[in-house]
């Protein structure tokens, strides 16, 4: 498939790559362009901003969870040729596993995909050193993507002057500029980037944005640069076995909806964490996603054979959450009742029996898990992680043995529960170290891991199977 696609990337995090990123979707809209985005890792919030703001589809493409086949035929799955697709990298472009592996690099997902790069580059206090800068990256690029840079934060007076001399010592195309812009300014937290419903007039905003940088930046040349992508193709020879069964899954039509069991998906201000993939994986087997807010409704809905509790913010809407209390008694009668629940982070949270916040408030949660939860002032766990049942059960194939079974996760969290669960032992991927985690027990599965589907499409398939009474 010859997809027109372009990355945008930087040389370490805080470069201002979601704010170019954001101003080329927004520019490339206005322009009547069709859009598909994609986020480089694990990270919820940036996709957020791609689908709720300028309203694209969006979603995650990460080499650490899925195989290069298999990533590759993530990213062209249901996409068309006459769709433009844009990617935001993650963190440095060469920061991949443990900050030195290539897997989950944004170097890796590029070069899997054949996508061309747009380095944004943070100049900020800098002369010609930027243009040494520079240099560093492209003699990194051993397959030559790197196609233009955008300096950030430079004035257009010293642009004009660095420019040439960028493009003559480097032959590297100087996209353009982006001065330093008060207007708009994503801010963070402990968890990363505040989510968009937080940011008053967010639309406004980014239409400034996207203004700005379409004044500054070359974007007639940046849509050449993707129109000039070579094709791309899924080799099924290539597939591992997992990437099989996701492909065969994907392309099996499933039955009608009104012989789905119903899952019921908290998503509202405190729960918005998820992959899409996960989602669509959940309805390849079979289920009908129902959403519901925690917050708002008083009710689960209607038929619920299933709960997916995801991750996000409860503790910034605790006392909205204490005060629902006949959604806490709903989810706690089910919990009772053994309905299937799966809950990670944020959500796991939600089924204690308090949440203590940062400045020491107690609130009342859903009771499910006699235990508390409570925010430490540290970071408890960071990063990616291999999960592997004690005895199978969400993990447990249909189709041999189970034993060696894992599914990959990522985590990223400051509070801490008194009882994180113990069966499951999670491994970290570049230094082996290990520990218990996850409450993992017949039709449960809850812990402070966000699972990523399609890195073991049996989770999805059991947790379906098990919201159907199998």
């Keep these: 498939m010859k997809l027109k696609r372009i990355m945008i990337a930087a040389p370490k995090s805080g470069s201002g790559k979601t704010t170019i990123t954001i101003a080329l979707l927004q520019a490339l809209k206005d322009r009547g362009k069709k859009l598909i985005s994609y986020k480089c890792g694990p990270d919820y919030i940036d996709p957020m901003f791609h689908k709720k703001v300028i309203d694209i589809p969006s979603k995650n493409l ?199 069991p119903v899952i019921a998906v908290a998503k509202d201000e405190a729960f918005c964490f998820y992959y899409e993939d996960n989602l669509k994986l959940l309805e390849a087997y079979g289920a009908k996603l129902e959403y519901f807010s925690p917050i708002h409704d008083k009710a689960l809905p209607k038929n619920t054979a299933g709960i997916l509790l995801g991750g996000g913010y409860p503790e910034l809407y605790a006392a909205l959450l204490e005060e629902n209390e006949e959604m806490r008694k709903a989810i706690k009668n089910a919990y009772e009742a053994k309905i299937p629940i799966v809950a990670e982070c944020g959500g796991f949270m939600y089924l204690h029996k308090a949440i203590t916040d940062k400045d020491g408030y107690e609130y009342k949660m859903v009771g499910a898990l006699d235990a508390d939860c409570k925010y430490t002032g540290k970071l408890v766990r960071f990063g990616y992680v291999e999960l592997k049942e004690k005895s199978a059960n969400y993990l447990k194939s249909k189709t041999g043995a189970s034993k060696d079974a894992v599914i990959k996760a990522h985590e990223f969290h400051y509070f801490d529960s008194e009882k994180n669960g113990d069966d499951v032992t999670a491994t970290k991927p570049t230094t082996g170290k290990s520990y218990d985690c996850i409450k993992d027990k017949d039709n449960l599965w809850i812990g402070f891991p966000h699972l990523y589907y399609p890195s073991n499409v049996d989770f999805a398939e059991n947790f379906v199977s098990k919201c159907k009474g199998n």
């Design 62 to 260: 990460d080499t650490f969870f899925t195989s290069e086949e298999t990533t590759k035929y993530l990213f062209l799955r249901e996409r068309n040729e006459d769709e433009t697709a844009v990617m935001e990298g993650v963190m440095g472009l060469y920061d991949g596993l443990g900050g030195v592996r290539k897997e989950g690099s944004a170097y890796h997902l590029a070069s899997v995909t054949k996508t061309s790069i747009i380095l944004v580059v943070d100049a900020k206090g800098m002369g010609k050193s930027v243009v040494a800068l520079i240099a560093g990256f492209l003699q990194y690029d051993t397959e030559k993507l790197i196609k233009g840079v955008i300096l950030n934060r430079m004035t257009k007076g010293y642009f004009d002057i660095i420019a040439p001399v960028i493009e003559e010592e480097l032959g590297v195309k100087a996209l353009g500029y982006f001065p330093t812009y008060n207007d708009f300014k994503i801010e963070s937290r402990h968890l990363g980037l505040v989510m968009p419903d937080e940011m008053a007039d967010i639309k406004a905003q980014i239409k400034g944005v996207s203004d700005k940088l379409s004044e500054c930046v070359d974007i007639d040349m940046i849509e050449k640069i993707a129109g000039e992508a070579t094709d791309l193709t899924v080799d099924e020879a290539k597939l591992d076995e997992k990437g099989l069964k996701l492909k065969e899954v994907f392309d099996t039509k499933v039955a009608d909806k009104s012989e789905k």
